[in-house]
């Protein structure tokens, strides 16, 4: 019975089945045909195999390309991605007075600041204001006064936020942090996407990439929360549960300096784009950005 079924779809069948396999469930009648990524000749040779692997995150990997669904249950969001001898700075990099400085904003209870620039095809962090457990009202002017005492008010701000903070927010009265934000006389600029997944996938390709020897992420080394949060602090969940899924990052203390971060990283990518966007191509043009890769 299992032979003559799934002798249907041998007529479909190409001659090499390398990468192909046929299987049955003997109880429903039900056949699957798998289809590895070998099934394409020139993904079976070792150096497409390599290059391949070594682009991507271990884990999408697994997931992609070899058909692993473990869970990575409490295991780093960029496990076997960051190196803190390849993207922590030995030697502390002050501000470039001759580009504009990226901050990236997370808020709820414990609200965060990442400072960054974005230089040629390199995105350096300068400094976190991580953790502020206050509201937006007073979070805002103690990031201004910071950034004015460190770097000075000449410099040139972008502040790239949690697209939810648009329209929500803890502060009194009921206004949103970006409303807050531009009573400070900010032009708060909402990232991309809120998804988890892209999110992620923005820090990685910086994390990932090279230029001249370096790393297209590097971090002053005074930034601890988010140093710490990069070697396992930011994690997924040990289990799951009714509120939590298990391919999100755990909410805490380390999540929301990388929360920022990563809207930053959303902002870059979307700098590389070819576009008509006059906001884009102002902050292009200050940044002489020239990253080629491309948004999900």
């Given at each position: ?161 949690d697209p939810s903070a648009m329209w929500e927010g803890k502060t009194a009265g009921g206004f949103s942090c970006s409303q807050v934000m531009k009573e400070f006389n900010l032009d708060p600029k909402p990232a991309r996407t809120n998804d988890p997944e892209l999110r992620i996938d923005a820090v990685t390709k910086f994390l990932m990439g090279s230029v001249k020897s370096e790393r297209t992420l590097l971090i002053n080394p005074h930034c601890n929360m988010l140093i710490k949060g990069f070697e396992g602090g930011y994690h997924y969940p040990e ?58």
């Amino acid at each position: 019975m299992a032979k003559n079924k799934i002798g249907k779809f041998e007529r479909f069948m190409p001659k090499d089945r390398t990468g192909i396999s046929i299987r049955e469930n003997p109880k429903n009648g039900f056949v699957v045909v798998e289809l590895d990524f070998i099934v394409q000749p020139h993904k079976r040779d070792p150096e497409w195999i390599k290059k391949t692997k070594n682009s991507m995150p271990k884990k999408r990997w697994e997931i992609e390309m070899m058909r692993s669904w473990h869970t990575f249950a409490g295991k780093p969001i960029y496990e076997d991605i960051f190196f803190k001898n390849l993207h922590v700075l030995k030697i502390p990099r002050s501000a470039d007075p001759d580009y504009p400085i990226f901050r990236g904003w997370d808020f709820g209870g414990n609200q965060s600041c990442v400072i960054t620039q974005i230089i040629g095809s390199q995105i350096i962090v300068l400094d976190e204001l991580p953790n502020a457990g206050t509201n937006t009202r007073t979070f805002a002017p103690e990031v201004i006064s910071h950034c004015n005492q460190a770097f000075g008010p000449e410099f040139v701000y972008f502040d790239i936020i949690d697209p939810s903070a648009m329209w929500e927010g803890k502060t009194a009265g009921g206004f949103s942090c970006s409303q807050v934000m531009k009573e400070f006389n900010l032009d708060p600029k909402p990232a991309r996407t809120n998804d988890p997944e892209l999110r992620i996938d923005a820090v990685t390709k910086f994390l990932m990439g090279s230029v001249k020897s370096e790393r297209t992420l590097l971090i002053n080394p005074h930034c601890n929360m988010l140093i710490k949060g990069f070697e396992g602090g930011y994690h997924y969940p040990e289990k799951p549960s009714q509120s939590r899924r298990m391919d999100r990052p755990v909410k805490n203390l380390y999540s929301h300096i990388h929360d920022g971060l990563q809207y930053v990283c959303l902002r870059a990518l979307k700098l590389s784009k070819r576009n008509h966007d006059e906001e884009i191509e102002y902050e292009r043009a200050l940044t002489g950005y020239s990253f080629t890769g491309s948004e999900r």
